[in-house]
């Protein structure tokens, strides 16, 4: 069975500085994975993905992944922290070798906090 | 594009009661998931639906159970209503369910059990 973990169920970091949110993965095959981000009182919003493509993904607003088959990691980065990235962020991964199964198994989110 | 629609946005029950929650994917997308998300759990997988058949199951009792229709909307039940159901609930749509591609969320049901 999958699972995801994510180090840290808060960050604190200044506006401007480096974000850097942990996720590390448990398959036996190296899963699809995902970075979510959610808003108060909001859905879930797709960051970026990793679907073996280059290791290094870019996303939305600045952020951007790197896939570490090594390590099994997949940690979420930003160069220079912004007020509105405050939020919660959610690694997630689906199993590759079932191929149609469209089911998602998330990390327990980390929460992002931004101050001046 | 218009996105995920969920409705209600908010639905308040209580103990006992049956729910009905809607969901309206993305046009174009034919696989339909539902998530379950609280403080203590976190998010947990319910269903998934293609061309109107449950293809995917997550640990939950019987009390949940969901349908697709033939233009890919989908709705949830839960009934006997208890107040560990309280939670927020997601939909999500993705064009044909492949692992490898993203699903698409709604901004969810959440549902206070009394």
């Known amino acids: 069975a999958q699972s995801v973990t994510q180090l840290g169920s808060h960050v604190s970091v200044s506006e401007g500085a480096l974000v850097l949110l942990r996720c590390n993965y448990s398959?036996?095959?190296?899963?699809?994975l995902f970075w979510y981000v959610q808003y108060p009182n909001q859905g879930l919003q797709l960051l970026l993905k990793y679907t073996s493509a280059a290791t290094l993904v870019k996303g939305i607003n600045g952020f951007e992944a790197e896939f570490k088959k090594s390590e099994t990691s997949f940690h979420l980065t930003k160069p220079s922290a912004h007020m509105s990235d405050a939020a919660e962020y959610f690694c997630?991964?689906?199993?590759?070798?079932?191929?149609?199964?469209?089911?998602?198994?998330f990390g327990t989110g980390t929460r992002l906090q931004v101050t001046l | 594009k218009a996105g995920v629609t969920q409705t209600p946005r908010y639905l308040i029950k209580t103990r006992g009661q049956q729910v009905t929650l809607s969901c309206s994917p993305i046009s174009g997308h034919r696989s339909v998931s539902w998530y379950q998300q609280t403080p203590g759990q976190g998010l947990q997988f319910l269903f998934e639906?293609?061309?109107?058949?449950?293809?995917n199951k997550g640990n939950f009792p019987g009390r949940f159970s969901g349908r697709q229709f033939s233009n890919s909307r989908s709705e949830m039940n839960v009934s006997t209503l208890e107040l560990g159901d309280s939670a927020l609930y997601l939909c999500?749509?993705?064009?044909?369910?492949?692992?490898?591609?993203?699903?698409?969320f709604g901004d969810g049901t959440r549902l206070s059990i009394l």
């Open positions: 639906y293609f061309s109107e058949t449950q293809r």
């Open positions: 999500a749509s993705s064009l044909s369910g492949n692992s490898n591609q993203p699903q698409h």
């Open positions: 398959s036996s095959v190296p899963p699809y």
């Open positions: 997630a991964v689906s199993d590759r070798s079932t191929g149609t199964a469209s089911k998602l198994t």
